[in-house]
């Protein structure tokens, strides 16, 4: 749609400066780099991975309902996703019992 000669002159010269800036930022990243290896800093994949945060740890509330053994919730859980969970799981309950009761009759 962007034909005109004003979008083509600003697309010609975005590529241009995408070329300059390109070059900068290479520039700078490879002092970094170079002051990285300087200082012993830079680690290596091995190393990284042995340092790797520990995941295997449980978490003390349950993925699906969210509450703990007390039928707590997290703080980090807001009133109305609360609110929500409480909502769905009523609902659950009622169509369960209308089931029921369907299936009796």
Known sequence: MAKSLRSKWKRKMKAVKRVRYGEKEKAVLNKILDAAKEAGTLKTGQDLKEDAM????????????????????????????????????????????????????
């Open 54 to 105: 520990d995941t295997t740890a449980k978490s003390d509330h349950s993925h699906t309902s969210l509450k703990n053994q007390h039928g707590n919730y997290p703080k980090w859980v807001s009133k109305r996703k609360i609110a929500q969970i409480k909502k769905v799981k009523q609902k659950k309950k009622t169509t369960k019992k209308q089931n029921q009761r369907k299936s009796k009759v």
